[in-house]
């Protein structure tokens, strides 16, 4: 089979650094990452690449595979054009550590904000099946952090002092709608995760190896239950009287 | 080896190292919302050739004061702003137009114009996307306008008929009934909104409409394209029969 060129991103530092081309011979069902392990196996052992599992399930080797995020051990070499170098580079929304490796401890900060499971007191514990399946699908995430990565909010705007990003937003629905959980999350969704900046165009939804359906099924329900309580007056006025 | 400096392209309008023709995506919103838009925008101000016999344009219905005893202008004025608004709040027209006239973004991992403040929908005029719900509520009053429209299309002087404009009509409300229903906004007020279905007051038929209007969720984008397409084609085969343009073929 023939070799691929890999132009990689080298450099470390969030800042400058270079693009180098390297010839990968190609074997029957390799993917980038496959590549990548190459070419430190024989060109440039100090080539920085973070995975774990090659499996696409431990989130670990996101990346840009020819401008596009995804998973670089879900990627086959064989479904990208040959007639150009395969380019690789980091994500472009966290900052570079070394090569294709970034610093996405950012996310972990946010995660801490959020406010965990808050067991309803004195209910029993027993859920049934048809209450849990919906957030089962949010349960899926691996922590990619491609959907952040490709979130124009992140990537264009870089709010992320005021903007939690996709990734939490399936993690807050996941606890929303658990039926045992109390806590109410939504002024936090409104007031500091920033949902309302979100513009749902689905980025998100498109690069998500898990296919989690981001946009319909955790962010557009959340940001009805933010209607719900800071922009139905008819809501509003019912949960005044009525409580809840 | 070759060596040549470069990180990921600046952020600027289109800069991107994707390969694909990402632009091609924008195309047909681009021309099915801006032609829409622009043919809407005529057929509302010209305030004629809305009706022909048993037919009744879209953009006209519900009709009122055609004779213009109050109103001088054009009775689509009227009422289009209620048809209109649910569509500019959908959360999935939104997305289209935000990619496709708003460029924020054009395309996913495609750069936007450059220094641009951005606010998402927490400020006017796009914190209005909130209130989707009550557009929601306005089309289910349109709809009753319209299926009323369909059945008179079916009233040919006292007589039972149908024309091609009838089968137009009805397919039509079928479309235009299918979008609403798939709305986001529905399925969180008639069971998204719970947490546990299995708890609540009527929970079990909730979460049965919930799960069926989820059906109709996953078509959304198909259906606001379908429907966008089958009431302006409804007006234009009226236009064209009320002007004379065409006949109206009778079937039964």
Redesign the interface.
Known sequence: MPDATLRI???EGP????????KVPIAPGMVVLDALHYIQGH?APDLAVRWNCKAAKCGSCSA?V????RLTCKTRVDSL?MD?PI?V??M?SFP?IKDLVTDVSWNYAVNKKIPPFQPKPGVEWKI?Q??VDRVQEFRKCIECFLCQN?C??L???D?KPSFAGPRFFVRVAGL??????SANRAPLLKNEM?L????????CT??CPEDIHI??NAI??L??????Q???PITMLFRKVFGG | MAGSPTLLPESRLGATLRRDAWWVELLPAIILLGGFGLYATLRAFEGAFFEWGPYLSPFYSPLIDPQHHWWKFSPALLILAGPLGFRATCYYYRKAYYRAFFLDPPACAVGEPANRKYQGETKFPFIIQNLHRYFFYLALVFLAFLWYDVVLAYNFGGHFGIGVGTLVMTLNIIMLTLYTFSCHSLRHLAGGKLDCFSCATLGMPRHGAWRALTVLNERHMALAWTSLITVGFTDFYIRMVASGAIHDLRIM
């Open positions: 991103s080298r450099g800042t400058g650094g270079e693009t180098v081309d390297y060109q840009e020819n401008g596009r995020p054009p150009e380019v580079m980091p472009k570079r049934s048809l209450d490709v124009h909010v990537r264009e705007h709010a929303e709608m658990h039926p045992l959980d920033g309302g900046l979100c513009n749902i165009t689905k980025c498109e690069v946009t319909d557009i329900p940001k009805e239950r933010v209607v719900d800071f922009y139905d």
